[in-house]
């Protein structure tokens, strides 16, 4: 049964949603996936780093105040370091939360002020009332508003909620300054820690394609079942997320997908010298995707080009199928096309 008539099977039987037969759990079972490794290793130790200050900093500030309140502080600092560091712009979110605990401190003032002890013999009004902030609040987070996005939130942690409700003054004015002071040591420490991860996780996507497109060839049958695609697709996905307006990244990453796929289509012969190219262009391909420095990287991707080069002569040699050249023709076109942006 050929690829594209398993795909149709398979896709029939979730369009029809039925139990899976036989013939479709043979087609599972042959199918191998392979996980991709994260390519966010620097992004992922720069994100450790800030979290571990700001929590070290919040509780040195707690531990030598001796405030009553440093809970709320600690509790801003682990929601913003968790929350602030998978977005691409961490230092715009670490403002907006910011805005919010700043905001949170006069919309909360008045709520425990005049709303809530005004309410307290009717819940009726009680759900009414901030019903109504909950409304206006989450029209103004539709609107993409600065500072709407955890006021909500901010405001009814101050509030501490509870049945019989205490209106304990000093305790809502620690815990609503906690919060913007949880904040504004959050936002300091990723001001001061910069991240230059963003360029370097791009770099090290580009030349995992480049290792997918190069170690494609290959005369393992057990091997030849794997499929890539998945994790090559996450890996483009998070290309587009990192360069949402980077055009020509995203047309190199999907040229070399859809070369590695074409290769690996591709029927090759078994020959011994034919996998000795293929092991020692893997080889290369990794020296290329793990090379730490320029000059290392530089000198691994130009060795890289040499050698297939020599792939591709010795298949015209053996007089292999002239599209397997033609797609190593191109790939090696690619490599020096784009070699600019895939060894600096």
């Given at each position: 049964?050929?690829?594209?008539?398993?795909?149709?099977?398979?896709?029939?039987?979730?369009?029809?949603?039925?139990?899976?037969?036989q013939v479709e759990g043979e087609l599972l079972?042959?199918?191998?996936?392979?996980?991709?490794?994260?390519?966010?290793?620097?992004?992922?130790?720069?994100?450790?780093?800030?979290?571990?200050?700001?929590?070290?900093?919040?509780?040195?500030?707690?531990?030598?105040?001796?405030?009553?309140?440093?809970?709320?502080?600690?509790?801003?600092?682990?929601?913003?370091?968790?929350?602030?560091?998978?977005?691409?712009?961490?230092?715009?979110?670490?403002?907006?939360?910011?805005?919010?605990?700043?905001?949170?401190?006069?919309?909360?003032?008045?709520?425990?002020?005049?709303?809530?002890?005004?309410?307290?013999?009717s819940m009726l009004l009680l759900c009414l009332?901030?019903?109504?902030?909950?409304?206006?609040?989450?029209?103004?987070?539709?609107?993409?508003?600065?500072?709407?996005?955890?006021?909500?939130?901010?405001?009814?942690?101050?509030?501490?909620?509870?049945?019989?409700?205490?209106?304990?003054?000093?305790?809502?004015?620690?815990?609503?300054?906690?919060?913007?002071?949880?904040?504004?040591?959050?936002?300091?420490?990723?001001?001061?820690?910069?991240?230059?991860?963003?360029?370097?996780?791009?770099?090290?996507?580009?030349?995992?394609?480049?290792?997918?497109?190069?170690?494609?060839?290959?005369?393992?049958?057990?091997?030849?079942?794997?499929?890539h695609l998945p994790a090559l697709y996450q890996?483009?996905?998070?290309?587009?997320?990192?360069?949402?307006?980077?055009?020509?990244?995203?047309?190199?990453?999907?040229?070399?997908?859809?070369?590695?796929?074409?290769?690996?289509?591709?029927?090759?012969?078994?020959?011994?010298?034919?996998?000795?190219?293929?092991?020692?262009?893997?080889?290369?391909?990794?020296?290329?995707?793990?090379?730490?420095?320029?000059?290392?990287?530089?000198?691994?991707?130009?060795?890289?080009?040499?050698?297939?080069?020599?792939?591709?002569?010795?298949?015209?040699?053996?007089?292999?199928?002239?599209?397997?050249?033609?797609?190593?023709?191109?790939?090696?076109?690619?490599?020096?096309?784009?070699?600019?942006?895939?060894?600096?």
């Open positions: 049964m050929g690829a594209a008539t398993g795909y149709l099977l398979l896709a029939k039987g979730i369009q029809t949603n039925v139990r899976l037969t079972r042959d199918e191998v996936m392979v996980k991709a490794a994260s390519a966010e290793r620097h992004h992922a130790m720069i994100n450790g780093w800030r979290t571990g200050v700001a929590t070290a900093v919040g509780c040195l500030f707690w531990l030598i105040t001796g405030w009553t309140s440093g809970s709320a502080c600690m509790l801003m600092i682990a929601v913003l370091t968790a929350l602030a560091m998978r977005l691409p712009n961490p230092k715009r979110m670490a403002v907006d939360f910011l805005v919010d605990t700043v905001y949170a401190l006069p919309l909360g003032s008045l709520l425990f002020m005049f709303v809530l002890p005004s309410t307290q013999q009332s901030l019903g109504i902030m909950a409304f206006i609040i989450g029209i103004e987070v539709q609107k993409r508003r600065m500072g709407s996005l955890g006021a909500l939130a901010s405001t009814i942690n101050i509030l501490v909620l509870d049945n019989p409700m205490t209106f304990n003054l000093s305790h809502f004015l620690d815990s609503a300054i906690g919060q913007v002071i949880g904040c504004l040591l959050a936002w300091l420490v990723i001001l001061l820690i910069r991240d230059n991860s963003r360029a370097r996780t791009g770099q090290a996507l580009l030349n995992r394609f480049v290792y997918s497109a190069v170690s494609a060839p290959i005369t393992n049958p057990t091997k030849r079942r794997e499929n890996q483009l996905y998070l290309l587009l997320t990192l360069f949402p307006n980077d055009i020509a990244k995203y047309r190199l990453a999907l040229s070399l997908i859809i070369l590695h796929q074409r290769m690996r289509n591709l029927p090759l012969p078994m020959d011994s010298e034919l996998s000795a190219f293929h092991r020692r262009l893997r080889q290369v391909a990794e020296q290329v995707s793990d090379a730490r420095r320029e000059i290392s990287r530089r000198h691994a991707f130009t060795q890289l080009l040499t050698l297939l080069d020599e792939y591709q002569i010795a298949l015209c040699q053996r007089q292999i199928a002239p599209e397997i050249g033609a797609s190593v023709g191109r790939i090696t076109e690619i490599l020096h096309r784009y070699q600019h942006a895939l060894v600096e």
